[in-house]
Every structure is written in structure tokens, then in C-alpha cells.
């Protein structure tokens, strides 16, 4: 059973840091392209970051460049998300995506872990 399931969001400060997780299990996740989107409310998803298997950052929104960094673990099964300075436009639902790097029809996603940014 494939399973990408985030934790580490919650209320945070204009300013502050937060770190999410996303545990994966269920497919070979060493061979799969990880990113990290996000969905505010009333816009559509977008794509944060995005790490291939090698650990080298592929892909990031401008908004988040300078502030946000992604890591994984592949002997973990586990990426992350650094998030510093954050600020009220960051507040979004953040998803975890895993793509495999093999087939692209492959992909899966989390559920979800909600990030708000306020005083």
C-alpha cells in the first residue's frame, strides 16, 4: 500500500521556521522525484520545490527561493521541507508528491498538512 503521509505543520509567526516531514512507504522511493506543493485557499496548487533521487534540487517556486530548502533521506524513506522567514502568503496546505523517475504515470500523493503563517 503506497502511503506519502506529512506532519510538522501548524501556526507559526511571520518570521519563524518550521520544518515538515513526508514519510513514504510502499514504492521504491530512491528512484522517485519528490516535491513538495502547496494550495492556498482559492488559488491553485503549486510546486514548492522538487528534489530528485540523487538529493539535487530540480525545481522551485521563485516565492520560496532563499527561504525554503529540501532535503530527503532515502534511507529513510523520508523528505523534508526547511521553511525560514516565513511569511502570511506562505499559509497553504503543503502536499508531499512522489513521481517515479522510471514512469512518469506513476505518482502519488499525501494528504496534506496544514501551514499557517500569523501574528
Known amino acids: 500500500q503506497v502511503q506519502l503521509v506529512e506532519s510538522g505543520g501548524g501556526l507559526v509567526q511571520p518570521g519563524g521556521s518550521l520544518i515538515l516531514s513526508c514519510a513514504a512507504s510502499?514504492?521504491?522511493?530512491?528512484?522517485?522525484?519528490m516535491s513538495w506543493y502547496r494550495q492556498a485557499p482559492g488559488k491553485e496548487r503549486e510546486l514548492v520545490l522538487s528534489?530528485?533521487?540523487?538529493?539535487?534540487?530540480?525545481s522551485y517556486a521563485n516565492s520560496v527561493k532563499g527561504r525554503f530548502t529540501m532535503s530527503r533521506d532515502n534511507a529513510k524513506n523520508t523528505v523534508y521541507l526547511q521553511m525560514n522567514s516565513l511569511k502570511p502568503e506562505d499559509t497553504a496546505v503543503y502536499y508531499c508528491?512522489?513521481?517515479?523517475?522510471?514512469?512518469?504515470?506513476?505518482?502519488?500523493w499525501g494528504q496534506g498538512t496544514q501551514v499557517t503563517v500569523s501574528s
Open positions: 528534489i530528485n533521487s540523487n538529493g539535487g534540487i530540480t
Open positions: 510502499g514504492f521504491t522511493f530512491r528512484s522517485y522525484v
Open positions: 508528491n512522489g513521481v517515479s523517475s522510471i514512469n512518469y504515470h506513476l505518482r502519488y
